[in-house]
């Protein structure tokens, strides 16, 4: 990576780092407390009414969607509701069956088994949860050779709560085994200021509506990325003004950060600089761009390139991504290929 694009992408640094005892704890607990993802509250909130009912446990429920948008929230007030331990894991961890047996066998009737990540558990692994979500068993082999024998293990009816941000790596079989599957969206810049202003209440942190309308326009639709940036504001009004994060304040604090009024830190905008001024605004290829700016190929495109597309930076073609007339405007430069990408704006 050159030097000069050391230190300078905090949003990647924000959604890739491990939860923060600060984070746990501005966590809301019931959904009357959790802000956004209407279609996907309600239906979790019919699903839980209706186990409740009847005294059963939840059925298994794929949570999918970009870094930081709530899904481990989620599982936790899915527990909270149903009254439910919840176990936390993820993908990675679980490298072999006998993990996975471990995990299973050690849970309570109706406890929540929250595996993040889920996409990455080996394929291998991955078939064993088969009969563990539909019969609640599992078939493990003991010894080798000719002393290899199978044991099968009963385990009591729990709820599998799986969270993704790449749906297409996970197979159909495993993917068929949920009942419900159901996306988690960006949200909205007037429900991350609501829940830039509870985090702020939480946290004893003075903020006016002009420094929540900041923070929440450059949070990149992430509650996430809300909270940090509260943090960093919070500290830049401590030690540059009155301890208040007011409009100015919460600009200047991100400004600091090389984050603009768009929500772009400084990686999305070497990213657009470089199709522009490289690849004449494309279409260019994804590892053509992460190794033009120094990035980890999944770190272009797991956080700087959804943003990117929802917003209307860059488009993608058959050919690769293009550099769309609002790219060219954010960046200052005029469009260098007007017979090329830009005819597919037209």
């Known amino acids: 990576m050159p030097d000069d694009a050391k230190g300078t992408d905090y949003l990647a640094q924000v959604l890739e780092a491990p939860e923060t005892a600060v984070e746990k704890a501005l966590r809301p607990l019931s ?92 394929k291998s692994v991955e078939e064993y949860l088969y009969s563990a979500m539909e019969d609640y068993r599992i078939d493990i082999m003991i010894d080798q050779g000719p002393n290899a024998r199978s044991v099968r293990l009963s385990i009591p009816r729990f709820t599998l709560v799986g969270a993704t941000t790449r749906t297409g ?44 309308t900041e923070v929440a326009g450059r949070a990149r639709g992430t509650p996430r990325i809300a909270n940090n940036l509260i943090n960093f504001a919070r500290d830049y009004a401590q030690q540059r003004s009155d301890g208040e994060i007011t409009g100015p304040v919460a600009a200047s604090a991100l400004e600091l950060l090389e984050i603009d009024a768009n929500g772009l830190d400084e990686m999305d905008k070497r990213i657009l600089r470089l199709m522009a001024e490289n690849y004449r605004g494309g279409p260019v290829g994804l590892g053509t761009v992460a190794v033009a700016v120094g990035e980890e190929q999944h770190t272009v495109e797991e956080v700087h390139e959804p943003y990117l597309i929802q917003e209307g930076y860059i488009a993608r073609t058959p050919q690769g991504r293009v550099l769309t007339p609002k790219a060219w405007t954010t960046i200052g430069l005029k469009p260098e290929n007007p017979g090329g990408q830009n005819s597919l704006f037209q």
């Open 31 to 122: 959904f009357a407390d959790f802000s956004g993802q209407g279609k996907t509250k309600e239906r979790l909130e019919v699903m839980v009414g209706a186990a409740k009912s009847r005294g059963e446990p939840l059925n298994h429920i794929l949570l999918h969607g970009p870094p930081g948008l709530g899904k481990t929230t989620l599982a936790h007030i899915l527990a909270n509701e149903m009254e439910a331990d919840l176990k936390l894991t993820s993908g990675p961890v679980i490298d072999k069956a006998g993990d996975l047996a471990g995990l299973l066998t050690g849970l309570q009737e109706g406890d929540i088994l929250f595996i993040d990540e889920i996409h990455r558990i080996p």
């Open 169 to 212: 790596l996970l197979t159909a079989p495993l993917r068929s085994r949920f009942t419900l599957q159901t996306r988690l969206d960006y949200y909205d810049r007037s429900t991350l200021e609501k829940i830039v202003r509870r985090s702020c209440k939480l946290l004893n942190v003075p903020i006016n509506d002009a420094g929540a």
